[in-house]
C-alpha cells in the first residue's frame, strides 16, 4: 500500500525539532516530501488464514520520476509491479509480463495518487482521497490516513503512518476484511532484518509512536 517514502535525514543545516512540538498534517507532509528519484526498501507482512504465520516479504520500492512507482520484491519470490500513466504491469520471472488499467483496482489508483501526493508534500491533493488526522510530537507522530473514495472504502477501514522526524518508518493498512498488513520502511525495515515474529515487527513498527 502507501509504503513508498524514502528516509534521507534532515539538511545538516536545519535546526533541531523542539522534542515537545506537536506534529500537524501540513507539517508531516513537509518533511516527507521527496523529489523523484528516490528509493527505499520495505519488510511486508501479510496475513492469511491459510498460513500459520504471516508472509514476509522484502523487496525496494522505487519512484524513478514523478509518474512512475515501482514496486520489485525480492524475497520470497521475484515480482515487479510499475504504475504508470493509469495502468499496472506486473512483471515475474518465467512469465509474461500483464498490463490493466488500474480502474479495475482502485486500491493501487488511490495509491499513486497518494503516494504522488506525500511525496509533493501537497495537502489539498491528499485531502481529495483522505481524511487526516495527527497524533505526536514532531519527534514522533502517527499520520491516520481514512478513504474518502466509495471504492477503496469498500475494502480498506484506514492507513496509518508511523514516523519520527522526516523518517517514514511503518503504514499499517487495516481493511475491512481480513488481517491487518504492516510494512515497515527505511530505518525500521533494516532493523527488521533481526525481528523473526509478527509480534516483534509490531513492536518495531510503533516503537516510541503515539497510539
Not at 536545519?14 to 523529489?35: F, H, S, T, V, Y
Not at 519488510?43 to 498460513?51: D, H, I
Not at 495518487?113 to 501537497?122: P, V
Request: one cysteine or more; aromatic letters at 4%.
Amino acid at each position: 500500500m502507501l509504503t513508498l517514502l524514502c528516509s534521507a535525514a534532515l539538511p545538516c543545516a536545519a535546526a533541531p525539532e523542539p522534542a515537545a512540538a506537536r506534529a500537524d498534517a501540513g507539517w508531516i507532509l513537509q518533511k516527507l516530501a521527496r523529489p523523484a528519484p528516490m528509493r527505499t526498501a520495505f519488510v511486508e507482512l501479510r496475513g492469511s488464514p491459510m498460513l500459520k504465520a504471516p508472509l514476509r516479504i522484502e523487496g525496494e520500492y522505487r519512484r524513478p520520476d514523478n509518474d512512475t512507482l515501482v514496486r520489485e520484491v525480492r524475497s520470497p519470490y521475484a515480482e515487479t509491479t510499475t504504475l504508470r500513466n493509469g495502468q499496472a504491469t506486473l512483471a515475474r520471472a518465467g512469465k509474461t509480463s500483464r498490463t490493466f488499467a488500474l480502474s479495475r483496482v482502485p486500491e493501487l489508483a488511490g495509491l499513486q495518487a497518494s503516494f504522488g501526493a506525500l511525496l509533493a508534500g501537497d495537502r489539498a491533493l491528499l485531502e481529495q482521497h483522505y481524511r487526516l488526522s495527527t497524533q505526536g510530537t514532531r519527534q514522533q507522530w502517527t499520520l491516520v490516513l481514512v478513504p474518502r473514495d466509495a471504492q477503496v472504502k469498500a475494502s480498506v477501514r484506514d492507513i496509518t503512518l508511523y514516523g519520527r522526524g522526516a523518517e517514514l518508518r511503518c503504514i499499517e493498512t487495516r481493511p475491512l476484511k481480513g488481517d491487518l498488513q504492516r510494512t515497515l520502511m527505511a530505518g525500521a525495515a533494516h532493523q527488521a532484518a533481526k525481528a523473526t515474529t509478527a509480534t516483534a515487527l509490531a513492536a518495531l513498527c510503533r516503537a516510541g509512536n503515539a497510539s
